[in-house]
């Protein structure tokens, strides 16, 4: 078990670019989540799947943002036409079955100029 | 919409102290309580979860309790270590929900 693992670990884009970040759960953990977090806040959500059903999703996630988790293994989150306000930190978490208890990946910084 | 306060939103302790970080949210029908350590830059990691039907729950140095009635969670910190400087965040899900509304955290700063 080597835990949630995402990549890249640090993006930089220019404004109006897409960009896609990965997040590989911790194996057999069919629940997979996405938050974004800014500094000196909280995560918040964005999206959750239930393997590879996409469940909710946060009135955050505006139509710029989809993501994804193909045969419910990895997932991913792609931002298309990038602006300054997306800069954030990028997070993962998984978890199994009825455990309620998330683990988190080291997340993706994404920094857009 | 569940709301979630952690109190202080930050602290400055000597090395030895015990400490109390408060966590209260609004929406008391709730599954579970997670509380979280995250490290300047990094993810999140897990440190206890506390289930509805639970009172507390202990972990090391650390104990958390949970009291739904009054929409409250306190993580307690037995004799403070320099290496437990970070933030701690607190998770509450939105009743009904497995989805976890976060607080801002409490910074904890612990000097030798």
């Known amino acids: 078990d080597t835990g949630v693992s995402q990549n890249p670990r640090h993006k930089i884009t220019k404004r109006g670019q897409n960009v896609t970040f990965r997040c590989d759960p911790i194996?057999?953990?069919?629940?997979l989540y996405w938050y974004r977090q800014t500094l000196g806040q909280g995560p918040e959500f964005l999206t959750y799947?239930?393997?590879?059903?996409?469940?909710?999703k946060s009135r955050l996630l505006s139509d710029r943002f989809s993501a994804e988790r193909p045969k419910g293994s990895f997932s991913t989150l792609e931002i298309q036409r990038t602006e300054q306000g997306d800069s954030a930190m990028y997070l993962c978490?998984?978890?199994?079955?009825?455990?309620?208890?998330?683990?988190f990946g080291p997340g993706t910084r994404l920094t857009v100029t | 919409k569940q709301e979630v306060t952690q109190i202080p939103a930050a602290l400055s302790v000597p090395e030895g102290e015990n400490l109390v970080l408060n966590c209260s949210f609004t929406?008391?029908?709730?599954?579970?309580l997670q509380w979280f350590r995250q490290d300047p830059g990094k993810g999140l990691t897990s440190l206890l979860l506390?289930?509805?039907?639970?009172r507390e729950q202990t972990s090391g140095r650390l104990n958390a309790s949970l009291d739904k009635s009054s929409g409250r969670s306190t993580l307690y910190i037995a004799a403070s270590q320099p290496g437990d400087s970070a933030t701690y965040l607190c998770?509450?899900?939105?009743?009904?929900?497995?989805?976890?509304?976060f607080g801002r955290g409490t910074s904890l700063i612990v000097h030798p």
């Open positions: 998770a509450v899900p939105s009743g009904g929900s497995y989805i976890p509304t």
């Open positions: 978490a998984s978890r199994v079955g009825d455990n309620y208890e998330q683990y």
């Open positions: 506390i289930q509805s039907s639970q």
């Open positions: 194996s057999e953990h069919n629940r």
């Open positions: 799947f239930q393997n590879e059903a996409q469940l909710e």
């Open positions: 929406d008391s029908a709730i599954y579970n």
